[in-house]
């Protein structure tokens, strides 16, 4: 099954268009996992526990893993998911991008290192420095186009000579030209609820992949509203800190249970 | 010593511009490193030994060591380094950029996990998403501008409302707004010479990292006529096939050194 099916199917198995993310953080985890040989991965085991009938994918972020000398444990997180959730897909935030023949090599740490499902890229190398991953039709390259931090405007709403904005062009790249494999998503931010309505005009059906809900503040009804396809789908929300830092005590599963199947409750009692 | 203050004595005391991209490719390594415990530290190693008194910096490249499961390797190599060039900076080339938090987490994984002197970074998420490498003024933090793949005008060379080019408005921002520091660099390949002499105008005498000399084509005597600041500086120039696979025989270090001396000389006879 490609990405693309394995999440459309995940959407449906689960009714939800929650996403977890797992970017663990020491300083927030609880004291129960911090003992483990790897308590990176036993924190995150308990999470996807406890999540998994309430989400379509998991993402993890690259960054906290390399930053915390992790990647054993990141691999073993995404061996996990495949072997306990294995209809929901595993998308690795890792925002990479390069000329061509170094792509490949990142296209190989995601995809046959770790084993993920989907990777996020960034486009402004353009489409030649993506193809690597874009030639994977089995995989899902969701691009970076109007992100939910509070500078992307600086670069992303530039106008340019057509009257668009620079993300608005990026738009029409990737879901029209960078498409040819129908196996791209876009970013868009839940925290510019307007611009992701602008964003599902060009695209048509295309998923969108949106962080910014919870610790950032993005709007989930203006989400909803703007970004649904005609048939309640096409997006992929995701919530990190909402969800896995619930609660830092020994319940701290249980909370992150109950937090993804409160956010999937209130996604469904909007759509 | 900032990053800063060891490019500028590099190119003093090696009289020279050339950055050696350390960018292991098993395929392409000699077969007498290959039954090594350690086979890509142990060519590095070789490679390093042979051209340390011919550059100005050297620039692993972050995927290939991803790729091969190999950042052990690549710690061992940016700490040989350190320990015999220690005036020459290691640049760590991992395009890199997220939102704030995690961008700190880059940061971590650059300066302190691997002890890189400067990384490469991707402006598409606006300055708030580099904020984490920008405030380390002891550290080099060098942005994408105009990139050499054949690619990078699909974006980067969108034209604004203003007139500019997309690339011209990221030299702008960089060079200005977040070299509040005066810790940034850009990348200009060496495929597009003109639109370097363009970024080279804006950013003043800011350096320059020139990938594309070599195994992409680049024009070394346009880069030169066209990059140079005042001093006869601002650039560092990067080879990485062209240097390191000069040979696959057992004299591959030895006639790396030659190539890295070599280009040190043609540089030095054009500028």
Redesign the interface.
């Known amino acids: 099954m490609t990405f693309m099916e394995m999440l459309k199917n995940a959407w449906k198995i689960n009714n939800s268009l929650v996403c977890v993310g797992l ?1 663990p953080d020491l300083k927030k985890m609880p004291d129960c996992v911090k003992n483990e040989k790897y308590p990176i991965f036993a924190f995150n085991k308990a999470i996807i526990d406890a999540t998994k009938d309430a989400v379509c994918s998991y993402k993890p ?1 690259a ?2 893993y ?4 992790a ?1 054993e444990e990141l691999g073993m997180t995404i061996d996990y998911i495949h072997e306990v959730a294995p209809a929901v897909p595993v998308i690795l935030d890792a ?6 023949n ?8 995601a995809f ?2 770790y084993n993920a499902d989907a990777i996020t890229v ?8 993506l193809k690597p991953f874009l030639d994977r039709a089995d995989k899902g390259v969701i691009v ?1 186009c109007r ?10 709403e ?4 057509s ?1 668009e904005m ?1 993300y608005q ?2 738009a029409k ?1 990737i879901s029209h030209d960078w498409n040819y494999n129908g196996n791209t998503m876009l970013v868009a931010g839940a925290t510019f609820p307007e611009e992701l309505g602008e964003i599902r005009k060009i695209v048509g059906d295309t998923p969108l992949l949106v ?1 910014g809900i919870g610790a ?1 503040g993005g709007d989930l009804a203006g989400v909803l509203k703007n970004g649904l396809t005609a048939d309640k789908t096409g997006l992929v929300i995701n919530s990190s800190r909402g969800i896995i830092y619930a609660s830092n005590g020994t319940d701290f599963a249980e909370a992150a249970g109950k937090a993804a199947q409160e956010l999937k409750d209130q996604i469904n009692a909007l759509r």
């Open positions: 970017d972020q960054a906290m390399a930053g915390m000398n990647d925002k990479r991008a390069d000329i061509g170094t792509t490949a090599m990142y296209a190989k740490e046959e290192r960034n486009p402004y190398m353009g489409m030649d420095a970076l992100t939910s931090n509070g500078g992307a405007k600086e670069v992303q530039l106008r340019l000579e009257g620079l062009r990026i790249l962080p950032q």
